[in-house]
């Protein structure tokens, strides 16, 4: 059984990487080519309303996606029910957006928000007919439709968003790629999937999940409205220009994170939920998830905060520039992300959602003293604020897993430092380039990418880094079976 799940949880891990790298690389071609025709503003008024989209979709996601993987035994009467209340969700609080749609304008004293808030509260009905068809390929590991339907759909919505940009729809080419992808999303999951409701309904099989999702639904709640309450007091007290150059940095910084981390944290949560009751077997697990994420993402986030302002003017250019410090100092977050994401995930994985609840309230209580005390000093300054948080939030989470799994702090520190420690050096390699004769900002930036790749796997390699020479022989052991 142990090598079985291995197995399949490797397979699942190489379509989920598929998946992730695949639609991030079509999603980042179109976000380069939207930042060179749109202005900062346009993607000012866009990121205004993420929060209220955000802790609406909370409502449709409700917790019960989670306790339907976490729970062992679901039976189809609890897929049943938990897709029709996501749908007679949707509708509800999608008429309560856009009934919000006036109030929400005046407090940006922005007009035009009223309209886009009304198309895009069809995104919340569109995506509450597919979030079991996602749950369910999730829980079975099956990435594979997952990543034929995520593909299709940024190709196509991506290219209906960049040919309005092009025809001079300014913000509105942002609001109609949102919706088009996903209802494009939503109809493949159906086309693809051979998942199908049937006409049952069961509150005792809600009220069996609620415990837990509840808990999860309440989490997502308070994580959608702080992760967007930084745009929200941005917008409310600068600009959208202000408020664009911030979401910029913030994106670019996420699309790498978001990739690794998310294809591991996809396969680990049900994984991690399937050997829960191993405790032994569970820590090495997170062990290794842990060793694996940041090997990846420490080297990515530190070449990344070097090779910030040469990025920005090749890829977006120059009216982009004063997005670089912060896209610097999104860096140091970007590489605390990884570990907090494994350490909730063997939390949650053990139904401890109690827990969970208990360490993200914390977070976001320190959130709030934060940013009471950075705001009055501008962006740069909320940003060290939420690195602050990010360190103490590495403490919280990281408790409980001691306390539950005895893998105490120490020891996932000292499982990360080795990648600390290669990643600083590779950085002064690649920094030192600015030094070179290069005058061509393509050419440094390419130099510098080299560099740090040659020079950072070589020294994995040199030491043999456990994780990196896994990876290696993975690698080496699918090309053997290819050929």
């Known amino acids: 059984m142990s090598v079985e799940l291995k197995n399949k949880a490797l397979r699942a891990l190489l379509w989920s990487a598929a998946e992730r790298i695949s639609l991030q690389g079509i999603q980042f071609v179109i976000s380069i080519l939207l930042a060179r025709f749109l202005m900062p503003e346009e ?219 998310g294809v591991i944290n996809q396969v680990t949560f049900p994984v991690f939920s399937a050997i829960q009751d191993d405790k032994p077997r569970l820590k090495r697990g997170v062990s290794k998830a842990l060793t694996m994420m940041v090997l990846i993402v420490f080297p990515m986030m530190v070449g990344l905060a070097i090779v910030a302002k040469p990025l920005v003017l090749v890829l977006l250019t120059e009216k982009w520039l004063p997005s670089v410090p912060y896209l610097q100092l999104f860096c140091v977050l970007g590489m605390l992300h990884p570990i907090h994401l494994i350490n909730l995930s063997a939390l949650n994985a053990q139904g401890r959602s109690d827990l969970f609840v208990r360490v993200e309230v914390l977070k976001k209580f320190l959130t709030i003293i934060i940013i009471l005390i950075t705001y009055r000093w501008g962006i740069t300054a909320m940003i060290y604020g939420q690195i602050i948080v990010s360190f103490l939030s590495f403490y919280l989470n990281a408790y409980y897993t001691q306390k539950l799994l005895d893998y105490s702090i120490i020891e996932q520190i000292r499982d990360f430092i080795p990648s600390l420690a290669l990643a600083g050096i590779m950085g002064v390699g690649v920094y030192a380039l600015q030094y070179a004769s290069i005058t061509d900002e393509l050419v440094l930036l390419i130099a510098q990418i080299i560099t740090g790749v040659v020079l950072y796997s070589g020294m994995c390699y040199l030491f043999r880094i456990s994780s990196f020479m896994e990876i290696l022989k993975l690698i080496k052991s699918r090309g053997d079976r290819i050929v």
């Open 43 to 261: 993607f000012g008024l866009i990121a205004m309303l993420a929060i209220f989209i955000a802790i609406a979709d909370s409502f449709i996601n409700s917790g019960f996606g989670h306790a339907l993987i976490q729970k062992q035994r679901a039976t189809h009467v609890d897929e049943c029910s938990i897709f029709y209340f996501n749908v007679i969700v949707g509708f509800i609080v999608a008429a309560l957006l856009c009934f919000s749609a006036p109030w929400i304008a005046d407090f940006y004293n922005q007009p035009q928000l009223t309209l886009m808030i009304y198309a895009l509260s069809l995104n919340l009905i569109f995506s509450a007919f597919g979030l079991v068809q996602v749950t369910l390929l999730s829980k079975y590991l099956n990435f594979k439709i997952q990543q034929k339907v995520s593909v299709i759909s940024a190709i196509a919505s991506g290219t209906i968003g960049v040919t309005m940009a092009l025809k001079g729809f300014g913000v509105w080419s942002l609001v109609i790629m949102q919706l088009s992808n996903t209802l494009f999303r939503t109809s493949l999951l159906w086309l693809f999937n051979t998942w199908r409701p049937s006409w049952t309904f069961s509150f005792e099989a809600l009220r069996s999940m609620f415990a837990f999702g509840s808990r999860i639904f309440l989490v997502g709640l308070i994580n959608a409205f702080f992760v967007n309450i930084y745009n929200l007091v941005i917008a409310k007290l600068f600009s959208p220009m202000a408020l664009g150059f911030y979401v910029r940095a913030e994106s670019l910084q996420q699309l790498p994170v978001n990739t690794v981390a």
